[in-house]
């Protein structure tokens, strides 16, 4: 049962369904695929808000590097997959992945895990 946090610019995405997952970094405990996932903004905050429970359908490895390469379950990502994954994260491209990935504070290359709900 894994509560996660998003900043207010991807609830309109989460609530549209155009955000089908999460990237996160690894946990020492995380959601499986039929855990229930508890989908925030503002948590730990005054007036947080739940914007969904949905149910945990899949749960890969990820790497992104610092070039931007990207690698799922050990095999990377050509472009258009990349592109494609940026927008089910709520980005309008890669690139603005890789931006919000970079700023303010470089966090790549990143390791972490993709946790997707229907």
């Given at each position: 049962?894994?509560?996660?946090?998003?900043?207010?610019?991807?609830v309109?995405?989460i609530?549209?369904?155009?955000?089908?997952?999460?990237?996160?970094a690894?946990?020492?405990?995380?959601?499986?695929?039929?855990d229930?996932?508890?989908?925030?903004?503002?948590?730990r905050?005054?007036g947080?808000?739940?914007?969904?429970?949905?149910?945990?359908?899949?749960?890969?490895?990820?790497?992104?590097?610092t070039?931007?390469?990207v690698?799922?379950d050990g095999l990377?990502?050509?472009?258009?997959?990349?592109?494609?994954?940026a927008?089910?994260?709520g980005?309008e491209s890669?690139?603005?992945m890789?931006?919000?990935w970079?700023?303010?504070k470089n966090?790549?290359?990143?390791?972490g895990k993709?946790?997707h709900?229907?």
């Amino acid at each position: 049962m894994g509560l996660y946090n998003f900043q207010p610019r991807f609830v309109p995405f989460i609530r549209a369904g155009t955000k089908k997952h999460t990237i996160r970094a690894t946990r020492s405990v995380c959601d499986k695929p039929g855990d229930t996932m508890h989908l925030y903004t503002g948590l730990r905050q005054k007036g947080a808000t739940l914007i969904a429970r949905v149910p945990c359908v899949k749960v890969e490895n990820i790497l992104i590097t610092t070039g931007g390469w990207v690698r799922i379950d050990g095999l990377y990502l050509a472009d258009d997959e990349r592109e494609a994954l940026a927008r089910r994260d709520g980005f309008e491209s890669f690139a603005a992945m890789l931006e919000f990935w970079r700023e303010p504070k470089n966090r790549l290359p990143f390791r972490g895990k993709i946790f997707h709900w229907k």
